[in-house]
C-alpha cells in the first residue's frame, strides 16, 4: 500500500462493484485522468478478460490492489490520505445506514489535493454503511442537473423522481473530472 500513501497519488477505491464492464469502464476512466491505483473491496469483481476488454487496455497500466475497509482507515490514519465517499443524495434520508445528507457536500465543492482515496459504492446499493459513516470519511454526491428549457417550458432535472442515481463508471468520470482537471 506504499504506493497509495505517496503524495501526489490519487486512488479509487471500487466498493462491491460487481459488473466486470463498470470496473473496466472506471478503470479506462482512471487512466485518463492519471489515476494508477485502483482499490479492489471483497465482493469486488474481479480483475478478468471482460474487465481487461471493457477498460479498452488501461487496466496494464494501473496497479490494482484488494483492501478493505480498514485499509482506507489505517491509510488516513498513518499517512494523512483523504477518503472521500461518493454518496446519492436522494437516498441519503431512505437509507437505514446513511447519514444526514447535511453530512455531505458537492463534489465540485470539496477542494482537490493529491493523497486522496475516491470511494464508489456498489451498483445499486452504493457504499456501505461502514464507509458512509465512518469518522475518517469525507461523504459527497454529484449534484443534480440544472433547470434547462424544453420546447416551451422549463424543465428541472432535480425534480424527476424517475432518476436517483447514475451509473457508477458514470459517476466515476464525473467525480474524477472535479477532482483532477477542475481547479
Request: some cysteine.
Given at each position: ?19 466486470a ?42 496497479r ?13 490514519s ?8 461518493a ?7 431512505a ?11 458537492a463534489?465540485?465543492?470539496i ?14 446499493g ?7 459513516g465512518a469518522?475518517?470519511?469525507r ?15 422549463v ?11 447514475l ?13 483532477t482537471?477542475s481547479?
Amino acid at each position: 500500500m506504499r504506493q497509495v500513501a505517496q503524495a501526489g497519488m490519487m486512488s479509487v477505491y471500487l466498493d462491491r462493484v460487481t459488473d466486470a464492464h463498470n470496473v473496466g469502464s472506471i478503470a479506462r476512466t482512471c487512466a485518463f485522468f492519471g489515476v494508477r491505483n485502483l482499490l479492489l473491496s471483497d465482493g469486488c469483481c474481479p480483475l478478468n478478460n471482460v474487465v481487461a476488454a471493457s477498460s479498452a487496455g488501461a487496466i496494464d497500466a494501473m496497479r490494482a490492489f484488494s483492501a478493505k475497509v480498514s485499509t482506507l482507515e489505517q491509510l488516513h490514519s498513518t499517512h494523512g490520505v483523504r477518503v472521500c465517499v461518493a454518496c446519492v443524495p436522494r437516498d441519503a434520508a431512505a437509507r437505514a445506514d446513511a447519514l444526514p445528507l447535511a453530512t455531505a457536500v458537492a463534489a465540485n465543492a470539496i477542494e482537490a489535493r493529491h493523497g486522496t482515496i475516491v470511494v464508489l459504492g456498489s451498483e445499486g446499493g452504493g457504499a456501505r454503511a461502514a464507509l458512509v459513516g465512518a469518522k475518517f470519511a469525507r461523504r459527497f454526491y454529484v449534484p443534480r442537473g440544472a433547470q434547462h428549457q424544453v420546447d416551451d417550458h422549463v424543465v428541472d432535472a432535480a425534480d424527476d423522481d424517475n432518476l436517483d442515481s447514475l451509473n457508477v463508471a458514470v459517476t466515476a468520470g464525473i467525480i474524477l473530472h472535479e477532482f483532477t482537471w477542475s481547479r
